[in-house]
């Protein structure tokens, strides 16, 4: 049962995220969104810790101190800012390094799309956006990053989903924000 419970959720979000990165004018890339989710590693414990109201990964970490299904996906899946995490040459540490533009946009749209599933009939465009500052996302993720993330998040609180997907559309995939002036 958990399972078939567990696919349905996945799959509602996904169908969600593939529509989103339509809007998002990234159609192509919104269709391998989180394939790896049916990868034994990643499937398995995700039906073990179903609950439905939060990613499975929450509980297996509750109850080993890590998961293995999150490590495994956030390292196959780019649009995850934790998979953007390298070796500074001049700190010798790891450190946050900028999302590229098109990874970016599926991390929007994927933010969206888990609210929308996971908040139900209680949505509210608001909510991506509290989601995101009551988190701690922010002090993990590279500045410019989170800057940019903000700020669409904003738009969607402030103006609505069309409005937002309108602007994100607007940016070209290759577009380097980490080349602009503040």
Not at 15 to 38: E, N, P, T
Request: charged residues 30%; contains cysteine.
């Amino acid at each position: 049962m958990k399972l078939f419970k567990h696919l349905h959720t996945i799959t509602k979000h996904r169908h969600k995220v593939i529509s989103h990165c339509r809007r998002a004018g990234i159609f192509w890339q919104g269709l391998f969104h989180d394939v790896s989710k049916l990868s034994p590693t990643e499937l398995i414990p995700s039906v073990k810790f179903y609950q439905g109201t939060r990613s499975p990964n929450e509980r297996e970490r509750e109850i080993y101190g890590y998961s293995r299904a999150w490590m495994h996906h956030k390292g196959r899946n780019k649009h995850h800012f934790e998979y953007w995490v390298d070796l500074n040459p001049a700190t010798k540490q790891y450190e946050p390094v900028p999302m590229p533009m098109r990874y970016l946009k599926e991390m929007f749209c994927d933010r969206v799309a888990a609210s929308k599933i996971y908040q139900g009939k209680n949505y509210k465009d608001s909510h991506p956006l509290e989601y995101f500052l009551k988190g701690n996302a922010r002090k993990r993720m590279n500045n410019m990053t989170a800057d940019v993330l903000e700020a669409w998040l904003t738009i969607l609180a402030e103006q609505g989903e069309k409005a937002a997907f309108k602007h994100i559309k607007s940016i070209k995939n290759n577009f380097d924000y980490t080349k602009t002036e503040k």
